[in-house]
């Protein structure tokens, strides 16, 4: 069974975790060959991930929210091998609480059946940005 969703206690420690400043939001997405939706209609994966994309996009914007990089996993040089991932992406939200009010607006709780249809297994991953440059 796949990571589809959290909890409500890892998202009340996501809460809890308030500061300022930008968040960025690692996404690895494994799509379903075909979309499993509750209602039965018919597409792919990829086709129900880019209906989720298209209807959650404004709200995403309206807050803030941007793609900072977008990537295609090539190969695992370091880790399990059998952990492929279709879209792999890092989201940008001005502030925790942008993301907070994404997942609570209507409009992107409408957009949400198409990503529950499209994702067999994911990892979304918080983390701070810190500046380019100098040494780890």
């Not at 300022?20 to 494994?30: F, W």
């Not at 997942?103 to 918080?126: G, K, N």
Request: hydrophobic content about 40%; overall charge negative.
């Amino acid at each position: 069974m796949g990571h589809t969703g959290f909890d409500r206690e890892t998202f009340e420690a996501f809460k809890e975790m308030d500061r300022e400043g930008p968040i960025h939001m690692l996404n690895l997405v494994k799509l379903h060959e075909t979309a499993e939706y509750e209602d039965g209609r018919a597409m792919s994966g990829k086709e129900a991930y880019a209906a989720y994309g298209k209807e959650s996009a404004p709200v995403f914007q309206r807050l803030g929210g941007k793609i900072v990089w977008r990537g295609a996993q090539e190969m695992v040089v370091i880790g399990p091998s059998e952990e492929s991932w279709d879209l792999c992406f890092i989201a940008e939200y001005p502030n925790p609480q942008a993301f907070v009010a994404m997942l609570s607006d209507p409009e992107y709780r409408a957009a949400m059946p198409h990503r529950q249809a499209a994702v067999a297994d994911s990892r979304l991953i918080r983390m701070a940005p810190i500046p380019v440059g100098g040494n780890f």
